[in-house]
């Protein structure tokens, strides 16, 4: 039954989350009791340990942060934002956000068109938050020295941002998988934000359970700051939300694409059109 499905995902959501904040703060208590040892008069060991520690905690962090938006994002689910957000203009505000990492990483993250114009209906908010975790992904993905493509399109038809899956006929054998599909509601239109990146690509299997909570593709390496599991999953109910779509294009060795729709916002006049809160 439904009941016992929701049942069943509550505890396996549990058992995960516990698993993956039980990891960092086993990692801290060993720190904290080696520093209480014979590593308190080592200086340079101490200083090593120091650095594991923060890189721990900052993981813990991140993950406790994503958690809390991750519930707050499914309470208010059923309830269509009422908000006017340029799409372009929050992609430009994250592209400065993520600029100092994306300097780490030896990425480049590249958008054309900067002065485009997208206006959708949304909260500003979660569709930063879209943009930011598909750039981060992009980035934690790509090899150091190449670039991530971020384009916007103002207005794509109801039949793109609900096509169904194609199986590995792309050039490449890329495979597109609709991961959120928007109501087929006659008319409709949508903005759409597409995050390109050039890193390993993913295997077919792996593209239904992407925004699966705490999934992860094995084998794949994400630099030194390791993702929450968690971002994903957070995007898919922001677009769910949003009454949107999310796509994912991929294959081993192509890169990974990503793309959000989000309704267009109706112009200024319009006896429906929408104000910024």
Same mark, same amino acid.
């Given at each position: 039954?439904?009941?016992?499905?929701?049942?069943?995902?509550?505890?396996?959501?549990?058992?995960?989350?516990?698993?993956?904040?039980?990891?960092?703060?086993?990692?801290?208590?060993?720190?904290?009791?080696?520093?209480?040892?014979?590593?308190?008069?080592?200086?340079?060991?101490?200083?090593?340990?120091?650095?594991?520690?923060?890189?721990?905690?900052? &993981?813990?962090?991140?993950?406790?942060?994503?958690?809390?938006?991750?519930? &707050?994002?499914?309470?208010?689910?059923?309830?269509?934002?009422?908000?006017?957000?340029?799409?372009?203009?929050?992609?430009?505000?994250?592209?400065?956000?993520?600029?100092?990492?994306?300097?780490?990483?030896?990425?480049?993250?590249?958008?054309?068109?900067?002065?485009?114009?997208?206006?959708?209906?949304?909260?500003?908010?979660?569709?930063?938050?879209?943009?930011?975790?598909?750039?981060?992904?992009?980035?934690?993905?790509?090899?150091?020295?190449?670039?991530?493509?971020?384009?916007?399109?103002?207005?794509?038809?109801?039949?793109?941002?609900?096509?169904?899956?194609?199986?590995?006929? &792309?050039?490449?054998?890329?495979?597109?998988?609709?991961?959120?599909?928007?109501?087929?509601?006659?008319?409709?239109?949508?903005?759409?934000?597409?995050?390109?990146?050039?890193?390993?690509?993913?295997?077919?299997?792996?593209?239904?359970?992407?925004?699966? &909570?705490?999934?992860?593709?094995?084998?794949?390496?994400?630099?030194?700051?390791?993702?929450?599991?968690?971002?994903?999953?957070?995007?898919?109910?922001?677009?769910?939300?949003?009454?949107?779509?999310?796509?994912?294009?991929?294959?081993?060795?192509?890169?990974?694409?990503?793309?959000?729709?989000?309704?267009?916002?109706?112009?200024?006049?319009?006896?429906?059109?929408?104000?910024?809160?």
């Amino acid at each position: 039954t439904d009941v016992r499905r929701m049942e069943l995902m509550r505890v396996d959501f549990l058992a995960n989350a516990s698993h993956e904040l039980k990891t960092p703060l086993a990692s801290l208590a060993g720190f904290i009791e080696t520093l209480k040892g014979h590593a308190r008069d080592d200086p340079k060991a101490r200083d090593r340990f120091l650095d594991i520690m923060a890189v721990q905690a900052d &993981r813990m962090s991140r993950l406790v942060a994503d958690l809390l938006s991750l519930s &707050r994002i499914e309470l208010n689910e059923h309830v269509p934002p009422s908000g006017r957000v340029d799409l372009a203009r929050a992609a430009v505000d994250v592209m400065d956000a993520v600029s100092i990492l994306s300097a780490e990483r030896s990425v480049t993250v590249r958008m054309e068109d900067r002065d485009l114009s997208a206006p959708v209906h949304g909260d500003r908010d979660e569709i930063v938050q879209v943009v930011q975790n598909l750039v981060d992904n992009a980035i934690k993905y790509s090899p150091s020295g190449d670039t991530v493509d971020i384009v916007i399109r103002p207005d794509v038809t109801l039949d793109e941002a609900a096509a169904p899956w194609s199986g590995g006929n &792309r050039e490449g054998g890329v495979t597109r998988l609709p991961l959120v599909t928007p109501d087929r509601e006659a008319g409709k239109r949508y903005a759409a934000i597409t995050v390109r990146d050039h890193g390993p690509g993913m295997a077919r299997e792996h593209l239904p359970r992407l925004t699966e &909570r705490f999934y992860r593709v094995e084998g794949q390496k994400s630099g030194e700051r390791q993702g929450t599991g968690l971002g994903l999953a957070i995007v898919k109910h922001i677009v769910n939300r949003h009454r949107g779509g999310l796509t994912v294009e991929s294959a081993p060795g192509q890169g990974a694409v990503f793309t959000a729709y989000f309704p267009v916002a109706l112009k200024s006049g319009s006896q429906t059109s929408l104000t910024t809160p």
